[in-house]
């Protein structure tokens, strides 16, 4: 016959007991609704950050001109939208 040792009994016990709750907790939960969900998020949201108050630019020669003219350096941001595996690049 296997011994089984105290640790494995006693952890055993406490995960049976975790997902017990887990599962109880689950079923008395009602789905948020999306405005809940939004009132969430927005609450986790910080206020006054300061790359929010920047004006970006979406055109380069205007980004380009607004640097030279406040005299800041300029940070480029580019996105391509294709899928890591495209071998075009």
Do not use: Y
């Given at each position: 016959?296997?011994?089984i040792s105290r640790k494995f009994v006693a952890a055993f016990g406490f995960l049976a007991a975790v997902s017990t709750a887990a599962a109880a907790n689950d079923e008395s939960k009602?789905?948020?609704?999306?405005?809940?969900?939004?009132?969430?998020?927005?609450?986790?949201?910080?206020?006054?950050?300061?790359?929010?108050?920047?004006?970006?630019?979406?055109?380069?020669?205007?980004?380009?001109?607004?640097?030279?003219?406040?005299?800041?350096?300029?940070?480029?941001?580019?996105?391509?939208?294709?899928?890591?595996?495209?071998?075009?690049?």
């Amino acid at each position: 016959m296997m011994k089984i040792s105290r640790k494995f009994v006693a952890a055993f016990g406490f995960l049976a007991a975790v997902s017990t709750a887990a599962a109880a907790n689950d079923e008395s939960k009602q789905p948020k609704s999306a405005a809940a969900l939004h009132a969430e998020v927005n609450a986790l949201k910080k206020r006054d950050v300061a790359w929010r108050e920047i004006q970006w630019k979406t055109c380069l020669l205007e980004g380009l001109k607004a640097s030279r003219e406040q005299k800041k350096p300029l940070m480029l941001w580019i996105f391509i939208d294709r899928p890591i595996d495209d071998e075009r690049c």
